[in-house]
């Protein structure tokens, strides 16, 4: 059926959301932090949109900071944080069983703690133990969060002694505006909805290079969520090394579409591999899209690319007649696994008397 003549449903609750992004990033990255300054590793624990979030703020501080910067996806830390790891952990709704495990960890290990959450047991457990918290404002999608939670980080660096991520962040805020007017979701001519209509009905793959990778993990986690669709991602160069077998000899290939984020800007030899990357699926008879993405530095060009992918799995929700607000399954699994690791150990039989 052409999405054309799918019957379209729309949440305006999820629109108005995605449409607050840029602002809830200004919100955050002008907030007042006090922050700790005496650490040698920095540590951003989360799931979901809140790892995703840390990847992209790693990312900006790649090259211009001596102080390493790790994204933990994980019920775990490593085993090398001590007393001078500062541990970022974020959960949007502060239940977050993976990062409460995480937090409980750090705090044993006397690491020093920041906490990110809208309430919940992470933001009493830190009020309690008296680490530093940031509350995030409440009543939203915890993906859609996404905005305050890469404001805040980038803030956090800033406040902590490193990069000038917040300052490079707001001077960029216009340039983000005016983006998302041009990929506004009612627009006719939205390059949202063009991408989308060339992914609906199929799987897609998102594929990006450098700075854009961490976008592509959100495209394939909105399309999760909102359009209730399978979609993976993959970085370039390493898909060239192992899925392009896939994608020129597997018969089921029809079925998928290859998205590769492009960045004009890239280094050379990056934007060849990217440009051999298409090439070949095209010689294959494997029809991809491409997207550019524009913008002056890395960080500005991710974060347009979380805005482009965020409107097309709109679009995608809307083609398939889905509720993008509904994740009815990931509560199920969260309930599940809360329930799980929850539970107490059960007694020990008891052992029987010997017969007299």
Known sequence: MSPKNKQHTESKEMIQEVDRFVDSLSKAAKAKLKMPTEFNKLCFCGMGASAMSGDIIADAALT???????????TGIPSWTDELTLIVASSYSGNTRETLMMYEQAKAKGCKIV????????????????NTLIVMPGEMQPRSAVGYTIGYLANIIEAAGGPKIRTEMTRMLPALRKYRESIWTRSPDSPAKDIAE????????IYATGSLSSAAIRWKNQINENAKMIAFNGAIPEMNHNEIVGWSECILRSKCRPVFLCEDEAPDPVKRMMN?????????????VTVRIEGHTGLER???????????SLFLAAMNGVDPMEVETIKSFKQRLSALLGRKKPPAPKKKKADA
């Open 64 to 74: 211009s900071w001596d102080i390493p910067v790790h994204v933990i996806r994980s």
């Open 115 to 130: 906490a990110m959450a809208a309430g919940g047991e992470l933001r009493d457990r830190c009020l309690k133990d008296g």
């Open 198 to 205: 060339k992914l609906y009905g199929i799987v897609p793959a």
């Open 276 to 288: 051999e990357s298409i090439d070949v699926m095209r010689a294959s008879g494997v029809d991809s």
């Open 302 to 312: 991710s974060l347009k690319a979380i805005m482009l992918g965020d409107y097309v």
